[in-house]
């Protein structure tokens, strides 16, 4: 019973229920980024114009909490 | 761009269909996980990504982005969003109901000389806009052609059939890709497909181009499966609140609008010419950003209006900026999908050859059954949105 919810566990239930919008507009200040906080990005299709070199540079590994 | 390297975020998966393209990535993300199928790594990694950029061939856009905006990832998608009409509506719907941050790669929508060309134009410099002409070089790789009839190998590092996605099975030929999938109906949009969402942007955002009553085209070399060689595309939109009634042409394949348009100017690849009761404005290139008041001597002097929209820190810097709480990106799939639906129309038109008489209500063509199934193509078996 531990598991720790993150932000699109908390996106996805509330998206879910019947009172979802109410939640969701709290839930983007609640699980808000810091402007500083590194995302997480996939690369669909990455040979074409999104080159990703261009998007994103490599960064270390870092530990999510 | 360069903005948007200095936003440092982190690769954790690429996802391609091509082994090799994969495989020339490794040292430089050694941490990402590599997939072919996005499906599998959307659901293996969801707790870890964040966001996911998108592009792949037009035909595969719409699947991974609503499964991502399903599982409450963010989502920037290359343009056109969409291959069909129908798609465009639900990835609009979609990021309205998950509250992702969106953005569509028409990375023009970022220049400031955009955003003061949509400024002048609003601020009715020329008067009413009634005529609007739009063209584009494209296409620049194979339109008009025939379905090969030799069937080569599926190369050992494609995955031919994760290519397919949702497209109708047919046989591997390099015809189709890695670059001219654009020019066949069931992968790509065609020349309006690939620049429309450039070329079009400032217009659209300045005058409203939704709904059209009615968009008719003259193909030049179409196949039953591969769009023309060039065309010629109108759109006739109605009054839009206090915008007066317009008539957009589209031209592409080399075709462009009549030279005494712009007093004898030597016409670029691509551009924009606005005509309006008070005089035209010429933007001449793709990107809808640089603007000239014609006649040049009526305006002298002119100072543009006060900014009303906000500058932009870079088309990607945006969209992580809106990932983490900022204002929505300025292309957000609400603007995305309508943009989108409107060049989207104009392929309609090609491919039907028909005109199309659109009832956005009903999401139909009107008298034009035919229409159907390209409005809301169906998927092969096994996929779905």
């Not at chain 1, 507009?25 to 690369?43: I, K, Q």
């Not at chain 2, 992702?100 to 929508?109: E, L």
């Not at chain 2, 659209?204 to 591969?226: Q, Y």
């Not at chain 2, 809808?288 to 870079?314: C, H, N, V, W």
Request: aromatic share 10%; with cysteine; charged share 25%.
């Amino acid at each position: 019973m531990s598991r720790q919810i993150t932000r699109r566990d908390f996106l996805k239930g509330a998206a879910a229920t019947g009172a979802g919008l109410l939640i969701l507009r709290d839930s983007r200040m609640a699980f808000g980024y810091p402007a500083n906080e590194t995302l997480n990005v996939a690369v669909i299709g990455a040979s074409g114009k999104g080159d990703v070199n261009s998007i994103c540079v490599p960064l270390p590994k870092r530990n999510r909490t | 761009m360069r903005s948007v390297a200095k936003e440092k975020q982190n690769i954790v998966a690429i996802c391609d269909t091509r082994d090799e393209v994969l495989a020339k990535l490794t040292n430089d993300f050694p941490d990402a996980k590599q997939y072919a199928d996005y499906r599998r790594m959307l659901t293996k990694m969801r707790k870890q990504i964040d966001a996911v950029v998108i592009s792949t061939p037009d035909h595969t856009h719409a699947i991974p982005a609503v499964m991502a905006m399903q599982m409450g990832m963010h989502v920037y998608c290359e343009k056109p969003l969409t291959h069909s009409i129908y798609e465009a509506r639900v990835l609009r719907d979609a990021a309205r109901k998950y509250k992702v941050a969106t953005q569509m790669g028409n990375q023009g929508s970022a220049l400031s000389g955009l955003r003061e060309t949509v400024e002048v134009i609003k601020s009715g410099a020329i008067g009413q806009v009634r005529e609007l002409h739009v063209w584009s070089n494209r296409p620049v790789w194979p339109q008009g052609v025939h379905r090969p009839k030799d069937t080569p190998p599926i190369p050992d590092n494609l995955h031919w059939d994760l290519f397919l996605g949702p497209a109708p099975k047919r046989p591997y030929h390099p015809d189709y890709q890695p670059f001219n999938w654009r020019g066949w109906f069931d992968f790509g949009t065609g020349a309006i497909g690939d620049m429309d969402c450039h070329t079009l942007n400032t217009a659209f955002r300045a005058l409203d181009l939704v709904n059209p009553i009615v968009v008719k085209a003259k193909s030049n070399d179409k196949t039953d499966e591969s769009y023309p060689k060039s065309s010629v595309i109108t759109y006739t939109f109605p009054q839009r609140g206090n915008l007066s009634p317009l008539k957009m042409t589209w031209y592409d394949g080399g075709l462009k609008p009549p030279a005494d348009l712009l007093d004898g100017r030597d016409l670029p690849g691509s551009g924009v010419v606005y005509i309006g009761e008070k005089g035209k404005i010429y933007s001449p290139d793709d990107y809808g950003a640089q603007y000239i008041l014609m006649p040049e001597a009526d305006f002298e002097g002119y100072k543009p209006p006060s900014p009303t929209l906000p500058r932009s820190p870079g088309h990607y810097a945006e969209w992580i900026r809106a990932c983490k709480g900022g204002e929505p990106a300025f292309a957000e799939f609400d603007f995305a999908a309508a943009i989108t639906e409107t060049l989207l129309l104009g392929n309609l038109a090609v491919i039907t050859g028909e005109p199309i008489y659109w009832d956005p209500d009903n999401m139909k063509a009107i008298n034009c059954p035919k229409a159907d199934y390209w409005i809301n193509r169906p998927y092969r078996e096994g996929w779905s949105l």
